[in-house]
DNA sequence: TTTGACCAGACTCAGAGAGC
DNA sequence: GCTCTCTGAGTCTGGTCAAA
């Protein structure tokens, strides 16, 4: 009887295993991304892999296992739910297109308290076929997901675009025609709020060249007095003494690029509580989206619309 | 005592030949 | 062409061991 191994001079998991000093089962959680192994043995595994020239099978699911199901990741955490607020649009879209092609869509909630392995083991579970990932950047879940061989897409996360499918704004190019918009307008005294964004920080560099480039197609020079770096948090009851400094220069600025909205949310309610009227005194804008904190909506912060475009391996 | 890393052996899966 | 059976590859479960 003839073995279900065609070509004998492929080497085999046992042997990779034994190469790489380790048990079979241990290299197969290797390659499978299960269980529990140290870096050291990893690199090891994955090293003589390579060495021997082996190749681990793609999981072909079974008929019992194919589930036709694609999970998205949305984040739960209560700082990020205001952005539910424009997702809904897009998530019904991505359920309609998967629809289409016989997938069903499974929201998976996560937070970015929640360990790698729990929230890999609710997409084995649910026998996901593929992973879109909204917001929520987390690279070495993305790498294990794509060691098991499910392919992972992220949505408005442009730090791992070099790495995965994603689609991501234009941060560049939004920040670019709206400091051109407030030119237009003929603000030439534009200032620039920032903030750390330690979840994305080539969002704060693309919008900050955006800003700049639009500034010095028009030769006007950037003013370091006009770069603000502010700290998140709308509970501050402090006056920035940033914004005031900055207003009481000899030259302020008549407008304001702020990196996001909850950023032109914090200085709007900085400027006012100094005593500054917006628009009257100061023009603010920022990407994203009108919020309701506390319940007083900030309809005088003007909302830019932002072009979203594939980038990525595609 | 808990946690992480790993292993042994039982188990599942799927390809392929044999028999009808 | 269908079903049965065999078999190797890979996975899963439950356990051990060491370190914190």
Same mark, same amino acid.
């Given at each position: 009887?003839?073995?279900?191994?065609?070509?004998?001079?492929?080497?085999?998991?046992?042997?990779?295993?034994?190469?790489?000093?380790?048990?079979?089962?241990?290299?197969?959680?290797?390659?499978?991304?299960?269980?529990?192994?140290?870096?050291?043995?990893?690199?090891?595994?994955?090293?003589?892999?390579?060495?021997?020239?082996?190749?681990?099978?793609?999981?072909?699911?079974?008929?019992?296992?194919?589930?036709?199901?694609?999970?998205?990741?949305?984040l739960?955490? #209560? =700082?990020?739910?205001? @952005?539910?607020?424009?997702?809904?649009?897009?998530?019904? /879209?991505?359920? %309609?297109?998967?629809?289409k *092609?016989?997938?069903?869509?499974?929201?998976?909630?996560?937070s970015?308290?929640?360990?790698?392995?729990?929230?890999?083991?609710?997409?084995?579970?649910?026998?996901?076929?593929a992973?879109?990932?909204?917001?929520?950047?987390?690279?070495?879940?993305?790498?294990?997901l794509?060691?098991?061989?499910?392919p992972?897409i992220?949505?408005?996360?442009?730090?791992?675009?070099?790495?995965?499918?994603?689609?991501?704004?234009?941060?560049?190019?939004?920040?670019?025609?709206?400091?051109?918009?407030?030119?237009?307008?003929?603000?030439?005294?534009?200032?620039?709020?920032?903030?750390? #964004? =330690?979840?994305?920080? @080539?969002?704060?560099?693309?919008?900050?060249?955006?800003? /700049?480039?639009? %500034?010095?197609?028009?030769? *006007?020079?950037?003013?370091?007095?006009?770069?603000?770096?502010?700290?998140?948090?709308?509970?501050?009851?402090?006056?920035?003494?940033s914004?005031?400094?900055?207003?009481?220069?000899?030259?302020p600025?008549?407008?304001?690029?702020?990196?996001?909205?909850?950023?032109?949310?914090?200085?709007?309610?900085?400027?006012?509580?100094?005593?500054?009227?917006?628009?009257?005194?100061?023009?603010?804008?920022?990407?994203?989206?009108?919020?309701?904190?506390?319940?007083?909506?900030?309809?005088?912060?003007?909302?830019?619309?932002?072009?979203?475009?594939?980038?990525?391996?595609?």
């Open positions: 009887m003839k073995n279900k191994q065609s070509d004998k001079t492929l080497p085999k998991l046992k042997e990779v295993a034994a190469q790489a000093k380790v048990s079979p089962t241990t290299a197969s959680m290797v390659f499978s991304g299960r269980g529990r192994i140290s870096e050291n043995t990893t690199k090891a595994v994955r090293e003589t892999a390579e060495r021997m020239g082996y190749v681990h099978p793609a999981r072909k699911p079974t008929n019992k296992s194919k589930s036709g199901r694609v999970a998205l990741l949305m739960i955490d #209560r =700082e990020w739910t205001f @952005i539910w607020y424009f997702l809904n649009e897009m998530i019904a /879209r991505i359920e %309609l297109d998967l629809q *092609i016989g997938l069903d869509t499974v929201i998976i909630p996560v970015h308290n929640e360990k790698d392995k729990d929230i890999y083991h609710k997409i084995i579970n649910l026998e996901c076929q992973v879109f990932s909204i917001h929520y950047g987390k690279d070495s879940l993305f790498s294990r794509e060691n098991a061989e499910i992972v992220l949505i408005l996360n442009n730090n791992y675009q070099d790495k995965y499918f994603s689609i991501c704004v234009d941060d560049f190019q939004g920040a670019y025609e709206g400091t051109r918009h407030l030119l237009n307008l003929g603000h030439t005294k534009i200032g620039f709020v920032d903030t750390s #964004r =330690e979840d994305l920080p @080539i969002l704060s560099t693309d919008r900050y060249y955006g800003y /700049r480039k639009a %500034l010095e197609e028009e030769r *006007i020079e950037i003013q370091k007095d006009y770069l603000i770096s502010c700290t998140p948090g709308l509970s501050s009851e402090n006056p920035d003494n914004f005031q400094t900055l207003m009481e220069g000899s030259s600025p008549t407008a304001l690029f702020c990196l996001d909205d909850e950023i032109a949310l914090q200085s709007w309610s900085t400027l006012t509580r100094i005593g500054y009227t917006i628009p009257g005194d100061i023009s603010i804008l920022a990407p994203g989206d009108v919020l309701d904190y506390s319940k007083t909506y900030i309809a005088k912060i003007t909302t830019m619309h932002i072009d979203m475009k594939y980038v990525g391996r595609l």
